[in-house]
């Protein structure tokens, strides 16, 4: 099975019924980047670009970052490489950033809320992103955006640097796309109109279970609680990526639940655009996908839709099990 699984390194990713859609690599370091380009990664679906701030005493400078934006972007050529805006706060502190003592660090001043308030910070990352995206496809990402007026916010200041370069006549790709994570129940709720606002969407079904269940994602008390399998929470995603359909807008996924196998024929079934994963999940996920008859799925997913407990989702999901 293993080495069957690996003769897929080389293909894309398509269902039985020849669709394609993206399989992509979550990553964070450099050695996570040599990872995805070996398991043959369709692109970067979320760079998380905290882990180039952490553990060191000062923040990287545009250059650093520049070098470091540039490698991933040229290593794919014909793919999307996402990257996220520094994302930190909730679980992830970094010691010369001044952050706050919180109750509720997961609700607190974190990712997109600290860079508005700390701009240098994010004009700084966005500059050498924008001077990066000559060397490859770049879609910048927007984390824990709650608010029309934060996604606005930024897309302001990113113009601005933008502009700043183009007037130093930097080499800049005119194709940059500028997308959001929807992993706050708020955004997901008015996905209609933040799809208005962006490129694309990316669903962070990490935090937003989290959120949607009021349950912690990393307290092993709450594991029946916290689950991308309520009903509630596909319920929604089902929306989200309606929402982004309706506007024209591509719709991924980058949080665990994409690399579900049982959840994979819903989200095919929802139409969802690419999936991110970690790279050690892709080629099972290719493997997975390369079964599903994407045509065949609607009414059962119309079933799914309906269930109104954890039981009645994990029913009907077992009907179409690719499980191996
Ligand atoms: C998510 O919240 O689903 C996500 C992909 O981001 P992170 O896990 O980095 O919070
Ligand atoms: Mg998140």
């Not at 240098?120 to 060397?135: G, K, N, P």
Request: include cysteine; charge should be positive.
């Amino acid at each position: 099975f293993k080495t069957k699984i690996l003769t897929l390194k080389n293909e894309r990713s398509k269902t039985k019924d020849n669709k394609y859609i993206h399989i992509a690599s979550n990553i964070g370091t450099e050695k996570d980047l040599k990872h995805a380009l070996e398991v043959g990664a369709e692109g970067i679906g979320l760079f998380r670009t905290e882990f180039l701030f952490m553990d060191r005493k000062k923040a990287p400078s545009e250059e650093e970052q520049f070098e470091v934006y540039k490698k991933i972007l040229s290593s794919f050529p014909n793919h999307k490489v996402v990257i996220r805006t520094l994302d930190i706060g909730g679980d992830k502190k970094i010691p010369y950033m001044d952050f706050p003592n919180e109750l509720n660090p997961f609700l607190g001043f974190r990712a997109i809320r600290y860079c508005l308030e700390n701009d240098d910070v994010l004009r700084t990352q966005l500059r050498a992103l924008i001077r990066a995206s000559y060397f490859g496809n770049l879609s910048i990402m927007f984390p824990m955006i709650s608010m029309i007026e934060e996604i606005r916010k930024v897309k302001e200041i990113y113009n601005e640097e933008k502009e700043k370069l183009q007037k130093k006549s930097e080499k800049i790709s005119n194709k940059i796309e500028i997308g959001m994570m929807i992993e706050v129940p708020s955004a997901a709720i008015m996905a209609n109109d933040f799809a208005k606002e962006v490129d694309f969407f990316s669903i962070g079904t990490n935090d937003l279970t989290q959120y949607v269940t009021a349950s912690d994602r990393m307290n092993p008390k709450l594991i029946n609680i916290y689950t991308p399998l309520q009903p509630a929470v596909i319920n929604l995603i089902a929306n989200v990526i309606k929402a982004g359909k309706n506007n024209d807008i591509w719709v991924g996924m980058c949080g665990e639940a994409g690399a579900n196998s049982l959840l994979l024929p819903l989200w095919i079934s929802m139409g969802i655009d690419e999936l991110s994963m970690s790279s050690s999940s892709i080629l099972k996920a290719r493997f997975t996908m390369k079964q599903i008859d994407s045509s065949k799925l609607k009414k059962w997913k119309e079933k799914v839709l309906l269930s109104k407990t954890l039981d009645q989702v994990k029913d009907s999901l077992k009907v179409h099990s690719y499980e191996n």
